[in-house]
């Protein structure tokens, strides 16, 4: 598991405190996958509602706060295939 991995796990069950209803997927192509549901942030590759797909700078500006997830989806820097509803749902709990 990568540095980015590790510390995005962490950051992201701070945030989200197991307070999810939906599952999602982060791809962060050459650096791993992250499973977020009611269980909280774990690495994984299961199925999931939403998968979304960000390179590594572009993850962390995210789950940082630099950088909003619909702007990200909108310039083309994050894709998003599957339940947009639950995209938008973890888009509000991120911000």
Known sequence: MSDLISAAINTLNAKLGGDFDGSAKF????????????AGARAGDDDADVTMTADADTFRDIIEGELNPTTAFMSGRLTIDGDMGTAMKLASALA
Not at 27 to 38: K, N, R, S
């Open 27 to 38: 791809v962060i192509p050459e650096e791993g996958t992250i499973m977020l549901d009611a």
